[in-house]
């Protein structure tokens, strides 16, 4: 592993971000059965905490007796999907911070594992295709040039 590698697992939770919104916007089917199976679960603390706790609150500010009686331009009835979109934020914000933590600690645990591997130098890149032949080319025209100089 070279100095460079390890620095790299070194940045634990930046990784972790990384890892878990690739996760989530990659569409990894395994990762998304886990943000649904945690989604059900919190599902009824989460339905709760909208429905009776903010939802309350915003029908209070809006002086109406009910989510359900709050209505735009009088007659577009906003509460119920208000609710619904409260509790779908909680639930992804819930679902990405789980995944966050994840994998900090699967991030940690290969840091941890990293760092006891010796560190071996880094190898000096290899050229290219496009370096090699430039360095053909320069090599060709100093041989030109020098050809010309012994002519004169």
């Known amino acids: 592993m070279t100095q460079k590698e390890l620095n790299d697992k070194k940045k634990v939770f930046k990784n972790a971000y990384k890892d878990a919104k690739k996760s989530i916007t990659k569409g990894n089917m395994f990762m998304l059965a886990i943000a649904v199976l945690i989604g059900a ?79 071996e130098p880094e190898a000096e890149p290899t050229p290219t295709n496009e370096e090699l032949i430039l360095a053909e080319l320069k090599k060709l025209n100093s041989q030109i040039e020098n050809l010309n100089r012994n002519q004169n």
């Open 41 to 119: 679960a919190f599902g009824a603390v989460v339905s709760s905490l909208a429905n009776d706790v903010i939802m309350a609150a915003i029908a209070k500010i809006w002086n109406a007796s009910s989510v359900e009686d709050l209505k735009v331009a009088g007659t577009i009835k906003i509460g119920k999907f208000l609710a619904a979109l409260i509790q779908f934020v909680i639930v992804a914000t819930v679902v990405f911070f789980t995944l966050l933590i994840v994998f900090s600690i699967k991030n940690a645990i290969e840091y941890a594992k990293a760092k006891k591997m010796p560190i």
